[in-house]
């Protein structure tokens, strides 16, 4: 049987990033992920790191600014280890209000609000709806280049990346795990489920491991990108409640996105595509001269409250880190970190109580 200090299941941001600041401490690591590492909802994220975004639940607040201020060292270690490249494609947001509403003076911090005439000055072309601006200090990046970077930097870091593995189920033996996979079992002296969307589908021979009691979902988020004839046209996200537009800076735009309660269906419907489309047509018209290029499907991985878990699930050594649902790629270094300081005991720098997969009813230990 082979051995590991932490066996960590599915190769996603998540498991990726823990795996990457646990094996700095020195501790052997495998993950193992049932497909290719970053192909789910890793791929599929727009990669907005949306920190200030009103929608956001507040109790985020503390979480999404510690990974923020992680985020340069995060990209520089990946960049360092992998040799691969993952500039920031844009520096700045326009976010909108709701049509025809005004901002909720609860949505938060309203610094960053501007008048409509310096929101089409930031945006050329916009149609303001009626609708409030913030101008935020945002970025964002191309996933994908996470995608080609993170496996490549959690190789070259020491971590064993087993793919086409898929975790089974975990049983607890006296002071360690038994995790069997499809490629057979491995003794680990902890686990930790990072499974997406698929979190609460594995199972345990112990009665009080029940991921499936943490309300973890999936949520269907429908994209599209599109090809502007300028690639200079859009250089800020352009996001509203209802809508987002996401450069990368060659003139290709992704929009999106849905949130549906469709299981794992992973379809594309056109009609949804076009109405998509059409929505980021009304609120920013240059876009009519842009054509279709790519759509595809992501499954976010909701929970019972919509927040991240991040903690002991149902023994001493049985830890969760999932459920990060719109936030993934922002929350993924603050994420790593605390788990790193969970797993050694140690106090979190910050509050993580409302993250706690015991607020579900699940006993820790
Ligand atoms: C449409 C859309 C837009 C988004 N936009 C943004 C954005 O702009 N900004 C942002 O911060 N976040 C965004 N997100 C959210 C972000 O993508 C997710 O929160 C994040 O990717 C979750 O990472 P994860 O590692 O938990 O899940 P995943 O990336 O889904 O990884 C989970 C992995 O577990 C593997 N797995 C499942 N079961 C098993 C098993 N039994 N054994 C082994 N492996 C298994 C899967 O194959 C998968 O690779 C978006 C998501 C979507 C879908």
Redesign the pocket.
Known sequence: MNTSDIVI???????LSIALELVSEGLRVIV????R??????????????AHDPENPSVLGPLSKMSLSLYPAFLDHLHRLSGQNIPLRTRRALQGSRRGELFSTQAGNLAGLIDATTAIEVVPGLNIQGRQFLLLEED?LD?RDLCLALPRAVVASGVELAEE????GVKVKGQSIVVETTNGNIDAGAFVN?????AG??HGSTGNFAPERLGIEP?K???VTVQMPDSESLKRVLRTPEIYL?PRGDGRIVI??TIEHRGFDKAVDSDVVQTLVDEACALWPPLTAARVVDTWV????GSGDGLPLMGRCGGDHLWMA?G?????????PATARIMRQLLAGERPVVPVDPFAPSRFGLEED
């Open positions: 299941a599915g190769g996603g941001i998540i498991g193992l992920e049932r497909g590492a970053m192909s789910e909802a890793s791929w599929a994220a727009a990669g907005m790191l949306a964002s996933p593995t898929a975790v089974l990072s499974c997406g969307a698929w589908s594995l949520r988020g429908q994209l996401v999106g996105a992501g499954l976010r991985p999932a990060h649902f719109r936030n993934g790629i922002l929350l993924a």
